[in-house]
């Protein structure tokens, strides 16, 4: 069954990458409006919030819908950021790596709003009851763990810091897909036995970092053959 998953769920994903940048590259006007209906799209979840608050439909339970909101689109949010690159692998077309950091951005916002929620709105930031809590349900250790990462993430995500720390920024970046790993196993324990959602994401993960890996082989693999072929000449 995972396996299945995992083999049609990289088809589905192959394909989408394939019909998307199929076209020329586009211009930096319409790459202006691109990150405009994107930036647009990531705040549609907040107004939903807003507006379904401002009606009184928050359901039965407005404080677990709220972090159940946050929590989906900052993991949404992350998996849609982390296809950026294997899209680029799969079709040598890199403008959408434009769309990188707006998008980690959004998703770290989502994820303060989800841990505000948590801390102030479930909790009324009572130190002793979240202690218990997390004893409790060490998902949200796990949660809390995923956030704590992703705040340097966040906070070196400019241009001034990338020139700063050159080939460090890179490594630090890495922890992306630790920070993912993690989101999964805390929304996997949270749904303990409807896991398919989970599963799914799971899955989808798994893709997108094994056609990093494949890729990173590859290119490894033909330095190695350089390397041999030019001590071969000499």
Known sequence: MLVWIYVKTFK???????????????????????????????????????????????????????????????????????????IRLLTGRAWQIQMRRMLGLFMFFYVCLHIITYLWLDFAFDWLDITKDIAKHPRILVGFAAFVLSVPLALTSTNSMMKRLRERWKQLHQLVYLIAILAIVHFWWLVKKDIREPLLYACI?????????????????????????????F
């Open 12 to 86: 589905v994903l192959k394909v989408i990458a394939m019909l998307a940048f199929l076209k020329n590259n586009p211009t930096k006007k319409q790459i202006t409006w691109i990150k405009a209906f994107v930036f647009a799209v990531c705040l549609i979840p907040l107004v939903r919030l807003i507006w379904l608050g401002v009606a009184d439909n928050l359901s039965a339970n407005p404080i677990e819908f709220i972090e159940r909101s946050t929590g989906f689109w900052a993991l949404f949010i992350l998996l849609a950021t982390l296809t950026l690159t294997p």
């Open 205 to 233: 993960l798994m893709i997108l970092l094994g056609i990093r890996i494949y890729y990173k082989f590859i290119k490894t693999a033909k330095l190695s053959n350089k390397i041999q072929t030019n001590n071969v000449k």
